[in-house]
């Protein structure tokens, strides 16, 4: 089955204590991004990648970090969460035709 | 540099009646068009698209929307709401300006009345 996987779907942590959310793919895409939804705020793009090894920054790249060693794989870096970063993060693959999204990441930093 | 709009971010329509959400987008170069649902505590799943062709589209759950150019409008209608169908929806664009990034609208939430 086609599909977006991100883990984990839920996550409290503490203010300064690094953490990753995963993102994998089945489908081959070249391309992948990641968002985080806030109320009232709608999706906003944090980074994307075009293909592996290109990653360039989306509207709010700020406090986050993401990698792409492998085609199947963009995991998003929080370095030192903070309590602004508390959100709900999906990852998408795909581009041109529509994109896929993973089930989402609902990430509270205390 | 593209844009999208979503007329209300809260839409109400009794359970039966016509759903019509609105959608305007701006873009020098022909778009592709998308509709996103979400619905409570879920991920955005894909309603239905419009890239080339016939300008009325059919997507899931028996919505459609039509592209009317002229308009530069994306509307999403179902003919007759069901309660199943309350969610917010999304709607993007996409072209060879964004660099076939999408380029969302701010949502419009869904609420039927019973």
């Known amino acids: 089955e086609a599909q977006v996987t991100q883990n984990p779907r839920y996550l409290i942590t503490v203010t300064g204590k690094k953490l990753t959310v995963t993102c994998s793919q089945n489908?081959?895409?070249?391309?992948m991004s990641w968002y985080r939804q806030d109320p009232g705020l709608g999706l906003r793009q944090i980074y994307y990648?075009?293909?592996?090894?290109?990653?360039d920054k989306g509207d709010v790249p700020e406090g986050y970090k993401v990698s792409r060693k492998e085609k199947r794989n963009f995991p998003l870096i929080l370095e030192s969460p903070s309590p602004n970063q508390t959100s709900l993060y999906f990852c998408?693959?795909?581009?041109?035709?529509?994109?896929?999204f993973g089930s989402g990441t609902r990430l509270t930093v205390v | 540099a593209q844009s999208v709009t979503q007329l209300g971010s809260h839409v109400s329509v009794s359970e039966g009646a016509l759903v019509l959400l609105r959608c305007n987008y701006s873009?020098?170069?022909?778009?592709?068009l998308f509709w996103y649902v979400q619905y409570p505590n879920q991920g955005l799943q894909l309603l239905l698209k419009?890239?080339?062709?016939a300008t009325l589209v059919k997507g899931i759950n028996g919505f459609e929307a039509e592209f009317k150019k002229s308009e530069t409008s994306f509307h999403l209608t179902k003919p007759s709401a069901h309660m199943s169908d309350a969610a917010e929806y999304f709607c993007?664009?996409?072209?060879?300006?964004?660099?076939?990034?999408?380029?969302w609208g701010a949502g419009t939430k869904l609420i039927i009345k019973p």
């Open positions: 998408a693959s795909g581009r041109n035709y529509g994109y896929t």
């Open positions: 489908m081959n895409h070249e391309y």
């Open positions: 990648s075009m293909n592996v090894e290109v990653t």
């Open positions: 873009s020098s170069v022909p778009p592709y």
């Open positions: 419009y890239t080339t062709g």
């Open positions: 993007a664009v996409s072209s060879l300006d964004s660099n076939y990034q999408l380029i």
